[in-house]
């Protein structure tokens, strides 16, 4: 067996739309809306530069099954980039971009291979003098939503001595946080006999197990608050004896970013600006010298929570950081500026909660409430389902609503919680 390197990637979701951009200065949307283009383009020059022998990428090429036809053209652009440098690139579609999708009439290199959706195929990856390197296996989604288990299909080629590698997009061990589109489970894959399962559909980074490997290497741009850190690929190194080995490379264009600003100890407006421009610095560190999209969570007690709760003293702040930023991407786009997406306010007054909670009457039993709630996810969602019935059931608004709550149902309760403590404190005049 020859030793070589492949690139592993997947969920590209080319053209994404990326919602809520309206509001946004026409600099900094511009850049987000180019940003699955770029962490493409960024993916297809460290497989140049990594000098891989091939390319395998695990599904969701493009956002939608009516994929655009310029996404379609960027995605020629890069297979185009290359098989000019004598990579070949082995590609499966998965939920999002099924076969049955639309297909604009273009001419692929040679060395493009798109796996049929009809049963698993298995072909031999070879290198710049034709070579055999290693055997491919792969299946593409004939439609958008694929409930059978593809990996149950999948068997080891019949050169035994081959290195064996699975390309599959789907759901291992039933994902909750991801539809369960092509299940399989964990053991399956283990005792199946390849040697390197290049999975796709999970936007985090996993490595599930390694000998046999079983790898989501997530997707190469973050599209949203929801999907944080760094965004790549995996360049695997594998030795001439098998020994297989993974390395990251950050692909994303524009990363997204959540840090908390604690209150503790703050007692003005001024105090406050500057943590937070302080936090807002250290993200820009954070994110290697790209643009950042960055979501604030204001946490702590202290006085400065009475302040933040009431009045326009957090929005008018928030807009002012926001105009710096956008003067900073209007002198250059491609800088590495940080955009302020929101902040999130879960401070609380400077109380002894342990002491309220250990006395009888209103506010004691709101704070065990609340507690019970959050310890019970179910009991949770089902408070949530009755106290905003009215919201969820509207034909527009209950669809955002429903989206923003299975994220956010426990902020909500905390802020609520803290908004009757504040209600309550002034109303009897508690130093706070």
């Known amino acids: 067996m020859r030793a070589f390197r492949f690139l592993h990637a997947a969920d590209l979701h ?14 900094i949307r511009e850049v987000i809306r180019e940003s699955t283009f770029q962490a493409f383009r960024n993916l297809v020059t460290t497989a140049i530069e990594e000098r891989v022998d091939f390319v395998v990428l695990a599904g969701d090429i493009y956002d939608g099954a009516d994929r655009s036809l310029r996404a379609q053209l960027r995605f020629q652009q890069g297979a185009e980039r290359l098989a000019e440098r004598g990579i070949p690139l082995y590609v499966v579609h998965g939920n999002h971009d099924p076969d049955d999708g639309r297909k604009a009439r273009l001419t692929w290199p040679d060395s493009v291979h798109f796996f ?4 698993p195929e298995l072909i031999e990856a070879v290198d710049r003098h034709g070579r055999a390197l290693a055997g491919i296996q792969g299946m593409s989604y ?61 936007h985090s980074r996993r490595t599930l197990r390694s000998e046999p490997w079983v790898v989501y290497p997530g997707n190469i741009q973050g599209r949203s608050i929801r999907e944080t850190g760094p965004k790549g690929c995996y360049v695997v190194d594998v030795s001439d004896s098998g020994t297989t080995s993974l390395s990251f490379r950050p692909t994303d264009a524009v990363r997204w970013i959540v840090e908390p600003v604690s209150i503790d100890g703050l007692t003005s407006e001024q105090e406050l600006r500057d943590e937070m421009e302080r936090v807002l610095d250290s993200a820009a560190v954070l994110a290697d010298g790209r643009p950042a999209v960055v979501r604030l969570q204001l946490v702590g007690r202290g006085p400065l929570h009475r302040v933040l709760q009431s009045g326009s003293s957090l929005q008018e702040l928030v807009g002012e950081l926001r105009e710096e930023a956008s003067r900073r991407a209007e002198l250059d786009a491609a800088a590495g500026w940080t955009w302020l997406e929101s902040v999130q306010l879960q401070t609380g007054l400077a109380l002894d909660r342990e002491l309220l909670l250990a006395q009888d009457g209103f506010l004691s039993d709101l704070l065990r409430s609340a507690d019970g709630l959050l310890a019970d996810g179910r009991e949770l969602e089902a408070f949530c389902a009755r106290s905003l019935e009215p919201l969820l059931a509207h034909p527009k608004a209950g669809r955002l609503l429903a989206e923003l709550l299975a994220d956010e149902r426990a902020d909500w309760l905390r802020a609520a919680e803290q908004l009757a403590l504040g209600l309550l404190a002034e109303e009897e005049g508690w130093d706070a």
Not at 14 to 27: A, I, R, V, Y
């Open 142 to 202: 004939p439609n958008a939503s694929v409930r059978d288990n593809l990996a149950a299909r999948y068997t080891r080629g019949s050169n035994g001595g081959q290195y064996q590698i699975g390309l599959l997009h789907g759901n291992v061990d039933g994902d909750a946080g991801h539809d369960n589109y092509a299940p399989c489970t964990l053991q399956q894959l283990t005792g199946s006999g390849l040697d390197y399962w290049a999975l796709g559909h999970i």
């Open 14 to 27: 080319l053209d994404s739309p990326f919602k809520g951009l309206s509001s946004l200065p026409e600099p």
């Open 116 to 119: 049929s959706s009809v049963a």
